[in-house]
Nanobody, 126 residues
């Protein structure tokens, strides 16, 4: 399984960016796909996730209301629409996937995901 992330770049505070992550090598029918980010010098942190089968979404408190995660099952692609960007959103963003059921707080832990994309840089200027 390979995950290809794209869509990062430079944006001004208050602006928007949309990240995409396409999975190849298999079709996901269950499990979950998520986005994490890792600011410089900090640990990787959960941003958002979506379940493949039900489309149920989960968000970190820091992005809730500003970020929307969605999926296109036909394209095996997950999107992260980020609006009202803040300088503190500056980070490398990684998409990740797990092809098995996941419950509870495990959704928010990077150690519970099996596959990772290469990361895409998001920089928000003030």
């Amino acid at each position: 399984v390979q995950l290809q992330a794209s869509g990062g770049g430079l944006a001004q505070a208050g602006g928007s960016l949309r990240l995409s992550c396409t999975a190849s090598g298999r079709t996901f029918s269950s499990g979950i796909m998520g986005w994490f980010r890792q600011p410089p010098g900090k640990e990787r942190e959960f941003v958002a996730a979506i379940s493949w089968s039900e489309g149920r979404t989960y968000y970190a408190d820091s992005v809730k209301g500003r970020v929307t995660i969605s999926r296109d099952s036909g394209k095996n692609t997950v999107y992260l629409q980020m609006d009202s960007l803040k300088p503190e959103d500056t980070s490398v963003y990684y998409c990740a996937a797990r092809d098995r059921r996941i419950v509870g707080g495990a959704r928010f832990s990077p150690t519970q995901y099996d596959y990772w994309g290469q990361g895409t840089q998001v920089t928000v200027s003030s």
